[in-house]
């Protein structure tokens, strides 16, 4: 308990900090390129997450936790649900498919945190919200069937992308061959009426657009198989997270430049089995991994973080107020194509 509670307090102390203007703390924002050492002890770990889960929902009226699932290891998978109204929008929002890509879970507990109060519980009553967190925990807590003796972060575990069986969950949603795309598929996709759905992950440290560092990327779903009104909705929404990040000084959101057209990634396949539209959000910097220019160092945590609940907000705001319907995704048209910077 003891230890999950300081875990809540740093998440908190991190927000605090992201919420103080931007020229404030410039020299560490998501541009900042630093590649030292991540200690990776600082990062929620699976069972502090379900502490909190588990007190939010003790919390919070109109949150409802359920278990779809459990991993490799048995761990439970968890999702949280806002069901207001049926009638209502609905968007799914996943974090950690690749499990070395935590900070945006650390984020969707401070905006999970953030529906329960004043600041966001109107939010409620206009759109339904489910949240899927930390998706691949095994791999997030390096509890898998290989070796990570590789990985360069230091801290009390490794994180990698991989499920147990050394499985890319993002590449399994036509095969859904493991037990966390499973319950994924089975207990949320197929089990509700989801109306747009936001993937979010981490990618490297070097991609740039303009000649800046960028803080993030995104793209809608590009396979052929997805109705173009599909497409159309994601496009939407990936307007709103453009216009809101880059509102900020420290944003700067280009468009994905690696983005593969097969069904078997989330933002493909989830546009063409469920006409869900999709959005993938990839954040600068990886928590861990075997490659120094993967990893991002912790002075820019605070914005990162930031970065996805103002993605999270924005959107379940937009969806709720109905202005997402009325997104100009001309924005696709002049936003950059990121490239690597060597
Ligand atoms: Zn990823």
Not at 120 to 134: F, K, Q, R, S, T
Not at 324 to 335: F, G, K, L, R, Y
């Given at each position: 308990m003891k230890k999950a509670a300081s875990a809540v307090a740093l998440l908190g102390s991190l927000a605090l900090g992201a919420g103080l203007s931007a020229p404030a703390l410039a020299g560490e924002g998501p541009n900042y390129g630093g590649n030292e050492t991540v200690n990776t002890s600082i990062l929620a770990t699976y069972d502090e997450l379900v502490t909190f889960l588990k007190d939010q929902d003790a919390r919070q009226d109109a949150m409802t936790l359920e278990v779809i699932g459990q991993t490799v290891k048995g761990r439970d998978i968890h999702l949280v649900k806002y069901l207001t109204d049926p009638d209502n929008p609905t968007v799914l929002y996943v974090t950690q498919q690749h499990g070395n890509e935590q900070l945006t879970t650390e984020a969707t507990m401070e905006f999970i945190r953030s529906l329960g109060t004043g600041k966001?519980?109107?939010?409620?009553?206009?759109?339904?919200?489910?949240?899927?967190?930390?998706l691949n925990a095994d791999g997030a807590m390096g509890d898998v069937n290989f070796s990570l003796e590789d990985y360069l972060a230091a801290g009390d575990r490794h994180l990698t992308r991989y499920n147990a069986n050394e499985i890319d969950l993002n590449r399994d949603h036509v095969a859904q061959s493991q037990p966390e795309t499973q319950a994924l598929h089975s207990g949320v996709l197929a089990a509700y009426d989801i109306d747009y759905a936001v993937d979010l992950h981490h990618q490297g440290t070097d991609r740039e657009a303009d000649g800046r560092l960028v803080s993030g990327a995104i793209l809608y779903p590009t396979s052929p198989t997805v109705d173009p009104a599909v497409v159309e909705g994601s496009k939407r929404l990936g307007a709103v997270v453009h216009d809101a990040v880059n509102s900020y000084g420290w944003g700067h959101v280009a468009q994905y430049d690696v983005g593969g057209s097969a069904d078997t990634i989330a933002r493909n396949g989830l546009a063409s089995q469920y006409d869900i539209a999709t959005l993938l959000f990839e954040m600068r910097g990886m928590s861990d991994h075997e490659d120094p220019s993967r990893v991002l160092g912790q002075k820019s945590n605070g914005y990162l973080i930031r970065q996805t609940v103002v993605t999270l907000e924005a959107t379940a705001r937009a969806i709720a107020d109905g202005s997402?319907?009325?997104?100009?995704?001309?924005?696709?048209?002049?936003?950059p194509v990121q490239q690597s910077r060597d």
């Open positions: 966001n519980a109107g939010l409620l009553e206009d759109v339904n919200i489910l949240i899927v967190p930390m997402i319907e009325t997104a100009d995704i001309s924005v696709w048209d002049t936003m």
